[in-house]
C-alpha cells in the first residue's frame, strides 16, 4: 500500500467521534458530544426559511459563489457580532463551514511543521486533531479555575514563541471554566505586545445559565491581533455547518485562499438560512428557550453529581461539566463499565495535549432530559 502522509502519523482520530458509535445503540444515555438537545432543533422554521430562501433568490443560492461569503450572512453577521461586544464590519468577516473550519484555515495560513500553538490544557480535542495535522507542536498554558493564567501565558509566549494562542474563554470545552475580565484584557495586551494572535473561540457565549455576561478578549484587542470565532452550531444547528471568523485584512485574503481549495464556499442555503433567521429576529426568543431548557439540565446535573460527591466545575453556561474521580480513578475504565450499562462520557485524558489526567472526566447536560441525567448519573454511581 502506498505510504500515507507524514502529517498523519500518531492521529487515530476524534475519540468523540469513536464514542458517538457507542452511543448510536438505542437506548444508550449520553452525557458524551456537545450535541444542542433534539427539542432544540427547530426543523419546520428551517424549512419555511430553506423554502424563503430558495423562492426569493434560488438561482442565487443554486449557484457558484463567492468564497468571501453570503453578502447577508456577512451583515447579519457583524450586527449579530456588534450586540456582543465584537466591532468587525461585514467585509473583515469570512464566514466558514463550521469553527472546525476556521481552526483548519488559520493552521494552513500560518503553521508550518514544527510551530507552536499553545492551548490551554485541558482543552477541545478537536481542535487538536486539526493543529497535530498541519505538525503543529502543541504546548500547553497553565490553567486555573478561571482558565489562563496570564503570567504563565507570557512565560510561555517568552519560550515558545508561538505562532498561535488558542483560548476557549467563556464556559470553556471540556471545564466549563469561565476567564474574568481581567484575564481577557490582559490577554488582549499580550497579543499587542508579543505581536502573536490569539485565537478566541467562543461558541458558548450565548448559552448563559446565571452570571453576568463578560466582554470578550477581542473587545479589548487594539492591533487587530485577536482572532474571534463565532459559530450558530450550538445556537441554531450544527448540521448547517456555518459559522463566521474576523480576521485583519492580509489574514482574511489567506483564508479566503485557503478556502477556495478546501470547499471553495461555505454551503449557500446554510448561509442563506442563518442569514434570514437573524434578519426575521428569532435568535432572542430561541436563546431564551434553550437557556431555560439546558439552564435546568445544568442544575439537575450538578445537584446529582453533588450526590455522588464527585469533584467537579460549577459553569455558568454552556454545555459541559468538567469532573475529577477520586484518587488512583480511571476514567476510560470507568467508560467500559458505564457502557455497559448504557451510560457514555469523554474521559478527561483526551483533552489534555500531553495526556495523563486519567482521573478526568467531561459530562455533557444538554442533550439529555432531566430524568435521563438522574438515571444515567445513578448507574454512573453505581459503576463508580
Ligand atoms: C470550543 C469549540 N470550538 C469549536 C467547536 C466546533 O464547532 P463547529 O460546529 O462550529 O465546527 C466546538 C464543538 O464542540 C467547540 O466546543
Known sequence: MPAFAARYNGITGSAIREIFKIIAQPGVISFAGGNPAAEALEDARIADLAREALSADGKRVLQYGGSEGWPQLKEEAS???????????????????GTTQTIDLLCKALIDPGDTILVENPSFLG??????????????????????????????IRQTHPKLVYLIPTFQNP???TMPVERRKAIAELAERYDIYILEDDPYRDLRYSGAELPPIHS????????????????????????VVTAPPELLRKLVIGKQSTDLHTDQLSQAIVAR???HGYLPGHLADIRALYGERLERMLAGLD??????????????????????????????????????????????C?????????????????????????????VI
Not at 135 to 142: D, H, M, V, W
Not at 313 to 325: I, Y
Request: net charge neutral; glycine share 12%; aromatic share 8%.
Open 79 to 97: 450586527r449579530f457580532l456588534a450586540e456582543r461586544g465584537v466591532n468587525a464590519p461585514p467585509d473583515a468577516l469570512l464566514p466558514v463551514s
Open 127 to 156: 481542535a487538536f486533531q486539526t493543529m497535530r495535522l498541519y505538525q503543529a507542536r502543541l504546548s500547553p498554558i497553565e490553567t486555573d479555575g478561571q482558565g489562563a493564567i496570564p503570567g504563565a501565558l507570557e512565560e510561555a
Open 175 to 177: 471545564t466549563g471554566v
Open 220 to 243: 479589548f484587542d487594539r492591533s487587530g491581533r485577536v482572532l474571534y470565532l463565532a459559530s450558530f452550531s450550538k445556537l441554531i444547528s450544527p448540521g448547517l455547518r456555518v459559522g
Open 277 to 279: 433567521y437573524l434578519a
Open 307 to 352: 450526590r455522588i460527591g464527585l469533584e467537579r466545575t460549577a459553569p455558568e453556561g454552556g454545555l459541559f461539566v468538567w469532573c475529577s474521580l477520586p484518587e488512583g480513578g480511571d476514567a476510560r475504565a470507568l467508560l467500559e463499565r458505564a457502557v455497559s450499562r448504557k451510560v457514555a462520557f469523554v474521559p478527561g485524558a483526551h483533552f489534555y
Open 354 to 382: 500531553d495526556g495523563g489526567h486519567n482521573e478526568t472526566l467531561r459530562l455533557n447536560f444538554s442533550n439529555s432530559a432531566p430524568d435521563a441525567i438522574d438515571r444515567g448519573l445513578a448507574a454512573l454511581a453505581e
